[in-house]
């Protein structure tokens, strides 16, 4: 069955970095566009990054350009978020997401959701 | 950058239809889909491209995008479906990914 969880999250200072991991199994990798939306506590669904199955296309939330940047690693089976320059109002449970489609610049919709992580900035 | 909106909330009592809309600007040139969101879970796609079902998902679930508001219909409610529902939307302008503030459903 198809898996996705994540890791990475924690507490970290304003400004500071962080490495979010997904690790994906029970599908083909290289097949599927992959998403990065958070949720601050009791808050609702804001899209992060996407980036479609083969690398290719990558596209980011305004509100996160330029400092955090999405990828992936098809011989691990592993989706990456790297973020920088950590800000407040960063702080949510970051889900790693499979969309039904490959391509990043459109979607079919999300399928599949890990648990999500929590990152906390403090 | 693309909006969409959604009720705040919509109250409905079992066994009635509950319908969500969700608005934005040419939503209807659009694919929308639908999210269902329970406390402490994460979210389930209930309909994708307006108003297909992913197996699994009830047929009282349908949705509809021929014009705006885009709308999720729950037909014969119950107390299962109590959750945040939210659309969501690829923007071919922005190259954004788009979701709708969610809608409460509270069942009475």
């Known amino acids: 069955q198809v898996q996705l969880v994540e890791s990475g999250g924690g507490v970290v200072q304003p400004g500071r970095s962080l490495r979010l991991s997904c690790g994906a199994s029970?599908?083909?990798?290289?097949?599927?566009?992959l998403h990065w939306v958070r949720q601050s506590p009791g808050k609702g669904l804001e899209w992060v990054a996407s980036?479609?199955?083969?690398?290719?296309?990558?596209y980011h939330a305004d509100s996160v350009k330029g400092r955090f940047t999405i990828s992936s690693d098809k011989f691990k089976n592993t989706l990456y978020l790297e973020m920088n320059s950590l800000r407040l109002e960063d702080t949510a449970f970051y889900h790693c997401?499979?969309?039904?489609?490959?391509?990043?610049?459109?979607?079919?919709?999300?399928?599949?959701w890990g648990q999500g992580t929590l990152v906390t900035v403090s | 950058s693309y909006v969409l909106t959604q009720p705040p909330s919509v109250s409905v009592a079992p066994g009635k239809t509950a319908r969500i809309t969700c608005a934005g600007n040419?939503?209807?040139?659009?694919?929308v889909h639908w999210y269902q969101q329970k406390p402490g879970q994460a979210p389930v796609l209930v309909i994708y491209?307006?108003?297909a079902r992913p197996s699994g998902i009830p047929e009282r679930f349908s949705g509809s995008n021929s014009g705006n508001p885009a709308s999720l219909t729950i037909s014969r409610v119950e107390a299962g479906d109590e959750a945040d529902y939210y659309c969501?939307?690829?923007?071919?302008?922005?190259?954004?990914?788009?979701f709708g503030p969610g809608t409460k459903v509270t069942v009475l």
């Open positions: 040419n939503v209807g040139s659009k694919s």
């Open positions: 997401a499979r969309d039904r489609l490959g391509a990043a610049s459109s979607s079919g919709g999300i399928d599949y």
């Open positions: 029970g599908f083909t990798f290289s097949s599927y566009g």
């Open positions: 980036i479609s199955y083969d690398g290719s296309e990558k």
């Open positions: 969501q939307v690829w923007d071919s302008d922005s190259n954004h990914y788009v």
């Open positions: 491209y307006d108003s």
